[in-house]
């Protein structure tokens, strides 16, 4: 048990997939894995293992922006002993051809600033998703017939973004998408030499202003949610 996970020691397995939306955590709990059984509800923060293909998955959320996932990722590394972190969440498309509804793959993170930044201070460290991870999302991906773009996002440090100028350099640059959370969880994974990879469902578009309409959003989560699975146990 830590501050903010009310866990019991062997409670958390070692792999984690970390949705931002603690009610998708338990959405993906009940709908993936076998037998989920509920392991934190502090500050309403819901986490759950059970099992998948008979391998241990705990599904726990992560809060919105990288300071409320430091917080979590720090606790389930170094208190609970997860090795695999995968983040799985919505991400807002930046290029033409990713399109509403496909996956991105972060390889790398582009961000002003992270809670890293303390430790870092001049070093411009670039933080990378784990090969192993990132090639297995790719492959099944594939198998699904999802549209798979692999490349570098942006982990912005604000929801209500007003820099359009911003936007458009990392759009020149080939930033395929913008979210909150991957760059400080590859930091982090980094730092304790765990596996970490950030798997994304395109919701909405910077560029186009299409957005996927919330009675679709289910059925699409529920592919990154198994791409997830099938990357963490290949």
Excluded at 5 to 25: C, Q
Excluded at 111 to 119: A, D, F, H, N
């Amino acid at each position: 048990m830590t501050i903010h996970i009310g866990a019991k020691p062997g409670d958390i397995a070692e792999t984690v997939l970390m949705p931002g939306d603690p009610y998708r955590a338990r959405w993906a709990a009940e709908t993936f894995l076998e037998n989920p059984v509920l392991v934190n509800e502090v500050r309403g923060m819901l986490g759950y293992t059970g099992t998948w293909r008979g391998n241990r998955v705990t599904i726990h959320g992560s809060g919105m922006g990288m300071p409320s996932l430091s917080i979590y990722a720090n606790e389930l590394i170094r208190d609970f002993g997860a090795k695999t972190l995968i983040r799985v969440g919505s991400a807002g498309g930046m290029q033409p051809q990713v399109k509403i509804r496909d996956v991105v793959l972060a390889m790398s993170c582009t961000s002003l600033s992270t809670p890293s930044k303390g430790i870092f201070r001049e070093l411009n460290f670039a933080p990378c998703a784990d090969f192993d991870l990132l090639a297995a999302a790719h492959r099944a991906a594939q198998g699904k017939g999802i549209g798979v773009h692999v490349g570098n996002i942006y982990s912005a440090d604000v929801f209500y973004d007003e820099r359009p100028d911003l936007n458009e350099i990392m759009a020149r640059h080939g930033v395929l998408a913008v979210e909150m959370e991957a760059a400080e969880l590859y930091n982090l994974c980094a730092r304790h030499g765990v596996r970490g990879l950030a798997v994304l469902t395109i919701s909405d578009h910077l560029q186009t202003g299409e957005a996927l309409p919330s009675a679709d959003r289910q059925s699409s989560f529920g592919d990154m949610i198994e791409i997830a699975l099938q990357a963490a146990f290949s």
